[in-house]
């Protein structure tokens, strides 16, 4: 959810020569959530961009997944594209989402986070900052 780390992780995708697998989901989820006069466009841009033979930029997805994904965009749908999604998001998430979070690129990132400070950890943790002052009596 975050557009700076999402932007980051897509940096990281593009050196190791996956940023597809991002652009995917990413497309995937504007047909879920996107306008539904656009569904049928957005499930052919999909398919001519990630899917189809010799596509730009192809995702390597399972043939079973495939073999559902393009039965499914005969009569196109918001969540025709669910199967091949999960596929993607799993992929990163078990590879190159770890990945990410140990390299150079991500240490950067968090050094450059700016942290509220109700989170951040006082040196003396027992010594608490009184919430509400109150009159003497």
């Not at 596929?87 to 968090?110: A, G, Q, V």
Request: with cysteine; charged share 30%; glycine share 2%.
């Amino acid at each position: 959810m975050d557009p700076l780390g999402r932007a980051q992780l897509l940096e990281f995708l593009k050196k190791e020569f996956s940023a597809e697998n991002l652009s995917f989901w990413e497309a995937c989820e504007e047909l879920r959530y996107g306008e539904q006069s656009r569904i049928a466009e957005i499930v052919d841009s999909i398919y001519q961009q990630f899917l189809a033979p010799g596509a730009t930029r192809w995702v390597n997805i399972d043939s079973k997944t495939m073999e559902r994904t393009l039965e499914g965009i005969k009569t196109p749908h918001r969540y025709v594209m669910d199967d091949a999604q999960m596929h993607i998001y799993m992929l990163m998430k078990k590879d190159s989402y770890p990945r990410f979070l140990k390299s150079e690129l991500y240490r950067n990132l968090l050094s450059e986070a700016v942290i509220p400070p109700e989170t951040k950890k006082r040196v003396f943790p027992f010594m608490r900052k009184q919430r509400h002052s109150s009159p003497s009596p």
